[in-house]
T-cell receptor
């Protein structure tokens, strides 16, 4: 089956770290993605991780992948008010053609 | 290199009219995907096309919806006889190559979306 789950809301203070969690069901996914959506805008690709990796770091972003538990997380260090947005994780199952399966999105609110 | 372009950005239609949504992929990308985002929800896959071919339309409603990606010009998502439930944001994405080509060549880049409102 195809199901990607995320918590709906996260609120942090400016300067703190944010951790957004995601669980997925299809173990055949080769890549897992994080996208950011600001109000009224499209999706911006933030980062992706290949399924044979445990961790990927890209400036303030750290992606952790636990393939055994099918758990993906996105950590944003030193969170800024400009990071306020909805964050979507997505999987790209190998047996599902080219389509991405998205979670419902986590709305991150950063308070000054 | 311009990103994925979609137009119009906002479209208002009355029930029963037709809606045509256009998507121009990034330069050098020959794979196009359409997704729909209902209010307060994530994106749901609709259809995946290459030039002149529909590869996967498993997410398309069986009636009223069609998509094409001609040899020349943008990809078009067409909704006939729109109903209020069609009101949503429709996003197009493109990738350089397709599934299974390795590396990040099937990474999808999204356009700004078309927000369809059906009155």
């Amino acid at each position: 089956g195809e199901d990607v789950e995320q918590s709906l809301f996260l609120s942090v203070r400016e300067g703190d770290s944010s951790v957004i969690n995601c669980t997925y069901t299809d173990s055949s996914s080769t890549y897992l993605y994080w996208y950011k959506q600001e109000p009224g805008a499209g999706l911006q690709l933030l980062t992706y991780i290949f399924s044979n990796m445990d961790m990927k770091q890209d400036q303030r972003l750290t992606v952790l992948l636990n393939k055994k538990d099918k758990h993906l997380s996105l950590r944003i260090a030193d969170t800024q008010t400009g990071d306020s947005a909805i964050y979507f994780c997505a999987e790209n199952p190998d047996n599902q053609g080219g389509k991405l399966i998205f979670g419902q999105g986590t709305e991150l609110s950063v308070k000054p | 290199n311009a990103g994925v372009m979609q137009n119009p950005r906002h479209l208002v239609r009355r029930r029963g009219q037709e809606a045509r949504l256009r998507c121009s992929p990034m330069k050098g990308h020959s794979h196009v995907y359409w997704y729909r985002q209902l209010p307060e929800e994530g994106l749901k896959f609709m259809v995946y096309l290459q030039k002149e071919n529909i590869i996967d339309e498993s997410g398309m409603p069986k009636e009223r919806f069609s998509a094409e990606f001609p040899k020349e010009g943008p990809s078009i998502l067409r909704i006939q006889q729109v109903v209020r439930g069609d009101s949503a944001a429709y996003f197009c994405a493109s990738s350089p190559l397709g599934k299974g080509t390795g590396g990040n060549t099937d990474t999808q880049y999204f356009g700004p979306g078309t927000r369809l409102t059906v009155l």
